[in-house]
């Protein structure tokens, strides 16, 4: 019976966490596909928490998903405590849009940071003598397939400067074969939503016709910007494509991969996790080349969802509150 009453003991002993008595807390980020940059990026941010166990307790694991809309859905249900997504995707969810209009507003939906850029990106001939958007007008230009997020990005591109998809000789093919339709004198120039650096640009940026990346910025795309919040500025680095014409960085915009989680995971988890990304920002950049342009700034831009309590709480100790969109201030409870 002693032996018992000792062996139930050191049980309970090791499932409250140890002598302390605090309780370990397991948290499941969900990603994307194996083969992607989300999955990694989960997996580098729960080595991150993982390594400070002894410190705040919490074991983090990874899923393979499906993606942007069931890592919302997952961490709305509490199936997931963290999820990767577009920031378009976030947006669209917490006002109750596309796939949650019958739904309503997901006001439960909280932002803890973004990651990296899928930048807007548009390829353009030499020969067709595009320099900038404006000079796609009459331009044989694709504009990507119907159904996909990259469609209606080049759309909102195309019409923040004053052009229809009537005054281009639009196509409207999947990204991965535009290259190819470039190089064979098909296309004057195609738009692509991606992360950098990208193999189809590279192969488009390879060929016998010589390209440009051409910049979008100026003040109709600023505009823009202002309209879809889902939307920050973006760089594509010149170094990336050798072989394009560009011979400095690109100016762009693009949407955000965003890490997004729920009002009702617990403030000092969120915190957590925040705060190993950001004080350990250098490693986290390693990762992947498309997370060379991040800085702790550029990932508090793209966010539409409210900052989670416990992630402000750690942007408020460093001095980064200041730069966050009032509107995405909230006092939930910690």
Not at 31 to 46: L, R
Not at 49 to 68: H, L, M, Q
Not at 199 to 217: C, H, L, Q, Y
Not at 286 to 292: E, G, M, T
Request: charged share 20%.
């Amino acid at each position: 019976m002693k032996k018992a009453y000792v062996f139930g003991a050191l049980l309970l002993h090791i499932l409250m966490g140890g002598c302390d008595g605090q309780k370990t807390r397991f948290v499941t980020i969900g990603t994307g596909g194996v083969t992607g940059i989300y999955y990694p990026t989960g997996g580098a941010i729960s080595r991150m928490i993982n390594k400070k166990f002894d410190e705040y307790r919490i074991k983090a694991t990874v899923e393979s998903t499906a993606g942007s809309v069931f890592n919302i859905n997952a961490v709305l249900s509490g199936d997931l405590e963290f999820g990767v997504a577009q920031s378009d995707r976030q947006y669209q969810a917490y006002n109750g849009l596309a796939e949650w209009s019958q739904l309503g507003e997901q006001t439960d939906l909280r932002a803890v940071f973004s990651i990296h850029p899928e930048s807007i990106t548009l390829i353009a001939s030499s020969k067709s003598g595009i320099k900038r958007v404006q000079d796609l007008r009459a331009k044989r230009v694709n504009l990507g397939n119907p159904g996909s997020g990259q469609l209606q990005n080049s759309r909102d591109v195309v019409q923040a400067v004053g052009l229809s998809e009537d005054n281009l000789l639009a196509e409207y093919v999947k990204a991965i074969e535009a290259p190819g339709l470039l190089q064979d004198e098909r296309l004057d120039a195609f738009f692509y939503t991606v992360g950098h650096p990208n193999g189809n640009i590279k192969e488009a940026t390879s060929g016998r016709i010589k390209v440009f990346i051409v910049p979008i910025e100026g003040p109709d795309i600023e505009q823009m910007l202002q309209k879809y919040p889902y939307y920050a500025e973006s760089i594509i680095p010149y170094s990336f494509y050798p072989y394009a014409l560009n011979n400095r960085d690109v100016q762009t915009v693009g949407v955000k991969a965003t890490l997004v989680t729920s009002r009702n995971v617990a403030s000092d988890i969120v915190y957590a996790i925040t705060k190993e990304v950001f004080e350990n920002l250098e490693e986290f950049k390693a990762l992947h080349p498309a997370y060379q342009v991040l800085t702790r700034e550029n990932m508090l831009r793209g966010l539409s969802a409210p900052i989670h309590q416990g992630a402000f709480r750690y942007y408020q100790e460093v001095g980064l509150d200041k730069i966050i969109d009032p509107r995405l201030i909230v006092q939930d409870k910690p």
